[in-house]
């Protein structure tokens, strides 16, 4: 299936009513050849999912779209026209970060073949260019309490969609090692804009649907997991442990693992980001 | 085969190692080599293993050191310890517990050793009587645990446990945060921790091993047949 089809098929099956997702993917320009039976995500993907293909390239572009998009928040944020009191020192370390992320993604896209696609348009307010639909309000750039809830969405999604690649790259260990280590890095920017909400660290069983519940509850659906695996087929229900048994220790139990991403969510979050 | 570990020891010394309570030691010195009246074998090291059950291993030492160390510092907290961020280490602890029984119960289901009873974890080489040291320690320890991850991740070959690596090591990420926000506000990826290309700063199983040698008695884990580029 060609992989442009097949997130359109993804994005039309698995999430209605977003479809200006559509013209975003298309905008990757590229047909990608997907031949690969790889299993996207892990133990969360729907069996659909897990059966479809794509190639590394395609999910080293993934992991490209994504850095883009946090390189392009931080750099709006950093902007002559933002206002973003107290937090200049932090937007510096964090752009600087993405910067050089997005850098080494395309150093990679390059060297394993592929060309590096024109950048979509962004979309802040998570409305995927559609102003109706926007999830944010649109003071992203000048409210830090709306920022900081868009910074959140991001970097925690980001930790999640970094999870879903890495399978792709177990034998590359080149690519893996930096994916790994970037994919911590977005952990501890996560951790720290979620202090700044005075938001633990962590993420607690479904995060309340996170800073705007009911619209985006997806970036922590399936973070309440309490299985875990013990081998390749069995998993273990943490909470029948006779130490953590008790209903209060349900949400340590979820808190003490971050789950990947279906495939399907981290399109989603490019779709409402971008168009 | 039960258990990968003895795979090169044969049963007598498997019996010896058993009942010695340090089932995964694999590093045998032999006091006469060459003599037939060989000696009782003597272990000096707990070999963590080698491949993806020897990384997990590895991270469950990891894990078994770091809640030795909050349990100390949450049952008996220095008094400049303000109550929110005693709670917070609490927190922690609960997580590390969590993350160390299950990574038990993983290894045991894979023939594995579990838990260890015969290793002495102790931190009395750590001054820890006031606010600052404790969360001083705390950050070595979590930023040791995240370069540890970030320098084990590569070296999975399945990806179920490549996942479960992955699971672990991002919450190592926001647990160094939270200390690290705690000491000192904006810190929470400088420079000791996230290097000049953006990428998180790795260490070596030997050299993270080292680092927690420091605290176990009376054997010291070993690395020796993990990969350690």
Not at chain 2, 74 to 100: C, F, M, N, W, Y
Request: charged share 20%; with cysteine; net charge neutral.
């Amino acid at each position: 299936m060609n992989f442009l089809t097949f997130l359109d098929a993804l994005g039309e099956a698995d999430t209605p009513g977003t479809l200006p997702r559509r013209a975003t993917l298309h905008q990757l320009g590229r047909a990608a050849a997907a031949a690969l039976p790889l299993a996207v995500g892990t133990a969360l993907a729907t069996p659909a999912v897990a059966q479809r293909a794509g190639t590394p390239l395609d999910f080293l572009l993934l992991a490209l779209r994504l850095e883009w998009l946090e390189r392009e928040f931080y750099t709006r944020a950093t902007s002559a026209s933002a206002n973003l009191p107290g937090l200049s020192a932090d937007l510096q370390v964090l752009k600087g970060h993405e910067t050089l992320h997005a850098t080494k993604l395309e150093g990679f896209v390059r060297a394993s073949g592929g060309t590096v696609p024109a950048q979509p348009n962004y979309d802040f307010t998570a409305g995927g260019g559609d102003p109706t639909k926007a999830i944010f309000a649109t003071d992203v750039f000048t409210n830090p309490v709306t920022f900081l809830s868009v910074a959140q969405v991001l970097e925690d999604a980001g930790v999640r969609a970094y999870k879903a690649l890495f399978s792709t790259f177990i034998t590359d260990r080149t690519i893996l090692d930096v994916l790994v280590r970037i994919h911590t890095v977005e952990a501890r920017h996560a951790a720290h804009i979620r202090k700044l909400r005075n938001q633990k660290a962590w993420v607690s069983k479904l995060d309340g649907g996170g800073p705007v519940p009911g619209k985006t509850d997806f970036v922590y659906a399936g973070e309440d997991n309490v299985k875990q695996p013990t081998t390749a087929t069995a998993t273990l229900d943490i909470t029948t442990l006779d130490a953590y048994k008790d209903a209060a220790k349900l949400a340590p139990v979820t808190e003490a693992f971050d789950e990947a991403f279906a495939s399907t969510s981290v399109q989603q979050l490019l779709g409402l980001f971008t168009y | 085969m039960p258990n990968a570990s003895f795979s090169s020891v044969e049963p007598a010394r498997r019996r010896f190692l058993r009942s010695a309570g340090t089932a995964v030691a694999a590093s045998l010195v032999l006091a006469a080599c060459g003599d037939d009246n060989t000696p009782t074998p003597v272990p000096t090291v707990l070999s963590l293993g080698s491949g993806d059950m020897g990384l997990l291993s590895y991270f469950l030492r990891l894990k078994q050191v770091q809640a030795a160390f909050y349990e100390k510092v949450t049952t008996a907290p220095p008094a400049s310890l303000p109550a929110a961020e005693l709670d917070l280490l609490k927190e922690i602890l609960l997580h590390k517990q969590i993350q160390r029984d299950y990574l038990a119960n993983l290894l045991s289901q894979n023939s594995q050793n579990g838990l260890l009873t015969g290793v002495e974890i102790s931190f009395s080489s750590l001054s820890l009587t006031t606010r600052a040291e404790v969360l001083e320690a705390a950050r070595k320890f979590e930023d040791l645990g995240v370069a540890a991850m970030n320098g084990a991740g590569k070296y999975f070959s399945s990806t179920t446990f490549l996942a479960v690596a992955s699971r672990l090591a991002s919450v190592e990420a926001r647990h160094a945060t939270a200390v690290r926000d705690l000491i000192q506000p904006s810190s929470f990826a400088a420079s000791d921790v996230v290097d000049a290309e953006g990428l998180g700063v790795s260490s070596t199983p030997t050299a993270v091993v080292t680092e927690l040698n420091k605290y176990v008695s009376p054997l010291p884990f070993s690395a020796a047949s993990l990969p350690n580029s």
